[in-house]
T-cell receptor
Framework: ETGVTQSPTHLIKTRGQQVTLRCSSQ?????VSWYQQALGQGPQFIFQ???????GRGNFPPRFSGLQFPNYSSELNVNALELDDSALYLC??????????????FGPGTRLTVL | AQKVTQAQTEISVVEKEDVTLDCVYE???????LFWYKQPPSGELVFLIR??????QNEISGRYSWNFQKSTSSFNFTITASQVVDSAVYFC????????????FGKGTTLSVSS
């Protein structure tokens, strides 16, 4: 069974640029969630995709967008990067959400630095 | 409102000491799920346990044990006979219908175990 993988591992961008982060879900999982973890903080929910549709969104501006593909892999896109976007971006996969039973398996993360 | 509070920011112990990590949660839902994750320096979140709101039995897994008390909205985690390899950041998280598809994380407790 393949776990959750993310690419790239590290990324350095400058303010105003755009970035795309990628995630492959664990085998058999159809739901992908993205989290942002700033230094010294807990992960903050960005959004979730279920069967290629957005299925919930946290308190993040529209410049954070995503996609899920038929094979359930996913992308997180961030436009007009700001310094505060520097963080560890975590992807998590799970089976279809029901009643909040949302056991999520996390990937190793992508560390984004915005200069 | 959904909220998870981990009041202990950092804990330092010496090997073989027992240590308890506190977690207090807030939710209006009657059905909810509580989680503990471990985040070693590598950054990947490692799932430790999931507990639903209807199961208040304490659980023990090796050196790990969890104490769930609905009366005090707490879900505490104890490591018995701590080891250096237990050094990590530990996160408590909440999932429920009110939270939608998100896991709500606390800010984490950094545990340092010295030899």
């Amino acid at each position: 069974e393949t776990g959750v993988t993310q690419s790239p591992t590290h990324l350095i961008k400058t303010r105003g640029q755009q970035v795309t982060l990628r995630c492959s879900s664990q085998s058999g999982h159809n739901t992908v969630s993205w989290y942002q973890q700033a230094l010294g903080q807990g992960p903050q929910f960005i959004f979730q995709y279920y069967r290629e549709e957005e299925n919930g969104r946290g308190n993040f501006p529209p410049r954070f967008s995503g996609l899920q593909f038929p094979n359930y892999s996913s992308e997180l896109n961030v436009n007009a990067l700001e310094l505060d976007d520097s963080a560890l971006y975590l992807c998590a996969s799970s089976l279809a959400w029901r009643d909040g039973d949302n056991e999520q398996f996390f990937g190793p993360g992508t560390r984004l630095t915005v200069l | 409102a959904q909220k998870v509070t981990q009041a202990q920011t950092e804990i330092s112990v010496v090997e073989k000491e027992d240590v308890t990590l506190d977690c207090v949660y807030e939710t209006r839902d009657t059905t909810y799920y509580l989680f503990w994750y471990k985040q070693p320096p590598s950054g990947e979140l490692v799932f430790l346990i999931r507990r639903n709101s209807f199961d208040e039995q304490n659980e023990i897994s090796g050196r790990y044990s969890w104490n769930f008390q609905k009366s005090t909205s707490s879900f505490n985690f104890t490591i018995t006979a701590s080891q250096v390899v237990d050094s990590a950041v530990y996160f408590c998280a909440l999932s429920s219908n009110q939270a939608g598809t998100a896991l709500i994380f606390g800010k984490g407790t950094t545990l340092s175990v010295s030899s």
